[in-house]
Antibody, heavy 118, light 108 residues
C-alpha cells in the first residue's frame, strides 16, 4: 500500500524559511510525479507545486513562485519543499501527494502544519 | 488559469436521501476532472477520476457525470460516513491543477 509521511512543519516568523520533507513507501517512487497541495485554516485546497518523476521538471503556482522550491531524491524515496520568504498567508496544512495518472491525486500524506506568525 | 466553481457551498441532506453536487469549469477540461472527499482532520481521498470512474474501493453509491465545463457528483443514498466536504479538481491543464472551493454535505 502506498504511503506518504510529511515532516518538518512548525511555527516560523514572517520572512523565515522552512523545509518540508515527505517520505514515500509502498510504490516505485521515481515512476510518479509528485505534488504539494496546501489548505489554509478553514479554507479549500490549493495546488502549489509539482515535480515530474523522471525528468524532475518543476512547476509552481504564482502564489509561491520564486519563494518555494520543490525537489526530490529518488534514491531516498523522498520529496521536499523548501519554503523561503514565508508570509502570514502561507499558514496552512501542507499535503504531499502522488499524481496517480497525469492528474488525479491518488495518494495523500497526513499533512504538515506550517504556521507563519510573529 | 482554469477556475473551478462548486455549488452549492453547503448542502443539507437527510440520511438515505440523494445528494447532487455541481462543479463548473471556466473553460473546457474535457473529462479531466476528479472528485475528492475530505473529513475533518483528514487528508482528501480520491473518489472519482476521468469525470466518472470510481477509484478503488469507492462504493457504487458515488457516481460522476459530465464533460467539458459542467460536472456532477451524485451520492445516491447518503450514509452517515458520507457527511463531509467534497472538492472537484481539473487536471486538463496538467500539472497546473486547480480545485473548486468545495461543497459541504451536512446532515439535515
Amino acid at each position: 500500500e502506498a504511503q506518504l509521511v510529511e515532516s518538518g512543519g512548525g511555527l516560523i516568523q514572517p520572512g523565515g524559511s522552512l523545509r518540508l520533507s515527505c517520505a514515500a513507501a509502498g510504490f516505485i517512487f521515481n515512476d510518479y510525479g509528485m505534488t504539494w497541495v496546501r489548505q489554509a485554516p478553514g479554507k479549500g485546497l490549493e495546488w502549489i507545486s509539482y515535480i515530474v518523476g523522471g525528468s524532475s521538471s518543476t512547476y509552481y503556482a504564482d502564489s509561491v513562485k520564486g519563494r518555494f522550491t520543490i525537489s526530490r531524491n529518488n534514491a531516498k524515496k523522498s520529496l521536499y519543499l523548501q519554503m523561503d520568504s514565508l508570509r502570514v498567508e502561507d499558514t496552512a496544512v501542507y499535503y504531499c501527494a502522488r499524481d496517480g495518472a497525469l492528474g488525479p491525486i491518488d495518494c495523500w500524506g497526513q499533512g504538515a502544519l506550517v504556521t507563519v506568525s510573529s | 488559469e482554469i477556475v473551478m466553481t462548486q455549488s452549492p457551498a453547503t448542502l443539507s441532506v437527510s440520511p438515505g436521501e440523494r445528494a447532487t453536487l455541481s462543479c463548473r469549469a471556466s473553460q473546457s477540461v474535457g473529462s479531466n476532472l476528479a472528485w475528492y472527499q475530505q473529513k475533518p482532520g483528514q487528508a482528501p481521498r480520491l473518489l472519482i477520476s476521468g469525470a466518472s470512474t470510481r477509484a478503488t474501493g469507492i462504493p457504487t453509491r458515488f457516481s460522476g457525470t459530465g464533460s467539458g465545463t459542467e460536472f456532477t457528483l451524485t451520492i445516491s443514498s447518503l450514509q452517515s460516513e458520507d457527511f463531509a466536504l467534497y472538492y472537484c479538481q481539473q487536471y486538463n491543464d496538467w500539472p497546473l491543477f486547480t480545485f473548486g472551493g468545495g461543497t459541504k454535505v451536512e446532515i439535515k
